[in-house]
């Protein structure tokens, strides 16, 4: 069974930085584009970046140049680093993991979430 574990959310001060990881379990044989999509209360969840599996990327407005995403094929494993935060930024943040082949099934996935706070 699949399974995208998120980590490395927390509470930090406005222009501090984190990186989160998310990291994809189970009988894989390749992943498509991995992203990173954020909740914040009362908002619809939004993409904040995704990268192909060649490495390809693309950012929302609100995040390029203070957000990097990247991965490590070998490791099934997709980072976030998040500098210059702002409290805009507070929001629950999904991995979300296109097109798993597992060798029977091609499906896209979910991470249950990491909170991220930004206090100003």
């Known amino acids: 069974q699949v399974q995208l574990v998120e980590s490395g959310g927390g509470l930090v001060q406005a222009g501090g930085s984190l990186r989160l990881s998310c990291a994809a379990s189970g009988n894989i044989f390749t992943i498509g584009t991995m992203g990173w999509y954020r909740q914040a209360p009362g908002k619809q969840r939004e993409l904040v970046a995704a990268i192909s599996s060649g490495g390809a990327t693309n950012y929302a407005n609100s995040v390029k140049g203070r957000f990097t995403i990247s991965r490590d094929n070998a490791k099934n494993t997709v980072y976030l680093q998040m500098n210059s935060l702002k409290p805009d930024d507070t929001a629950s943040y999904y991995c979300?993991?296109?097109?798993?082949?597992?060798?029977?099934?091609?499906?896209?996935?979910w991470g249950k979430g990491t909170q991220v706070t930004v206090s100003s």
């Open positions: 979300n993991a296109d097109n798993i082949y597992t060798g029977l099934t091609r499906l896209n996935y």
